[in-house]
């Protein structure tokens, strides 16, 4: 199990990151654009500088949900590899079961 403290950094860059993600991305497209001189990118590149560093989505980790554990994490189910074969073993997810050779 995670620590409580980088559980809830975690749950608090998630939030920040929602909270920027349109105006990143209008300052984004903004940028990339050929509408706009030189200096006026120049000054859209500035303001996305100003944005809190915890709102950029590459700074968030995916997390298990049950231990938190960020190694071996599994996108479909949410849930870290030694969750998820706990609750396969136990039959909680459905249709997925242990292979044996």
């Not at 509408?35 to 298990?64: A, D, G, V």
């Not at 189910?77 to 609750?87: P, Q, Y």
Request: net charge positive; glycine share 4%.
């Amino acid at each position: 199990m995670s620590k409580k403290s980088v559980l809830l950094r975690e749950y608090k860059r998630k939030i920040m990151v929602n909270k920027f993600f349109n105006k990143r991305m209008e300052l984004k497209k903004k940028i990339i654009s050929n509408l706009y001189s030189k200096i006026e990118k120049w000054n859209f590149i500035l303001k996305l500088q100003k944005f809190p560093k915890n709102s950029i989505m590459s700074r968030l980790r995916n997390r298990c949900i049950n231990t938190g554990r960020p190694r071996g994490f599994i996108r479909r189910f949410g849930l870290s590899r030694l969750e998820l074969r706990k609750l396969a073993v136990k039959g909680f997810i459905p249709g997925l079961k242990k292979s044996s050779w």
